[in-house]
């Protein structure tokens, strides 16, 4: 079973806005992770947050946690056309080796 | 270019058939995983190993089979392809957390 729970499934914005979106999750974490996957690629790590960190930034990329609603959400600020892609939360437990991933929100960026 | 290798990128196989995937990563990472994607479902682990010699169950296992003879190597195989397996499938390793991904493998089973 899944994890992690992304919203929203997909959400297009228009060149220059920012997008939010956010993953759920279940059971307690280690860490929470963001990936991102072109069309047709393979994922690339965006970032990782410890279950004892409430707030990460990456360039362009902020990403809060609140364990004690088991959610995290992922800002990107000034989106460009680039961004379009799917974007995957991914969580693992303590002392387990498995990282398990959400469904995905698919992100599109209009001109 | 240090990375996670995957062959073949594409392949049709008959319902029955075997085959093999070979996922290949030179960066002396202990920890592999291969998981599959279909449409809608996210990524879901079917192996993984924690090192040369080891593989455990991820969540769905049934009708594949691993091997990890050498560090730098992780198989999957079929042995009997079933049209429920159509989908892409992706190599990782991991290393401090995080993971490294192949470009996948789509494979049709017709």
């Known amino acids: 079973s899944q994890q992690g729970e992304e919203d929203p499934q997909a959400l297009s914005i228009q060149e220059g806005e920012n997008a939010t979106m956010n993953c759920s999750y279940k059971t307690s974490i280690n860490n929470l992770q963001w990936y991102r996957q072109n069309s047709g690629r393979g994922l690339v790590h965006l970032i990782l947050?410890?279950?004892?960190?409430r707030e990460k930034h990456s360039g362009r990329l902020r990403v809060t946690l609140d364990t004690s609603k088991k959610s995290s959400s992922l800002l990107i600020t000034a989106s460009r056309a680039a961004d379009t892609a799917s974007y995957f939360c991914a969580t693992d437990t303590f002392g387990n080796e498995k990282l398990t991933f959400g469904t995905g929100t698919r992100l599109t960026i209009i001109p | 270019n240090a990375g996670v290798t995957q062959t073949p990128k594409f392949r049709v196989l008959k319902t029955g058939q075997s085959m093999t995937l070979l996922c290949a990563q030179d960066?002396?990472?202990?920890?592999m995983y291969w998981y599959r994607q279909d449409p809608g479902m996210g990524l879901r682990l079917i192996h993984y190993s924690v090192g040369e010699g080891t593989t455990a169950k991820g969540e769905v296992p049934d009708g594949y089979n691993v091997s990890r003879l050498k560090k730098q190597n992780f198989l999957l195989g079929l042995e009997s392809a079933a049209p429920s397996q159509t989908s892409v499938y992706f190599c990782?390793?991991?290393?401090?957390?995080?993971?490294?991904f192949g470009s996948g493998t789509r494979l049709t089973v017709v």
């Open positions: 960066m002396n990472h202990e920890y």
């Open positions: 947050i410890r279950s004892n960190e």
């Open positions: 990782a390793s991991r290393y401090r957390g995080v993971l490294t």
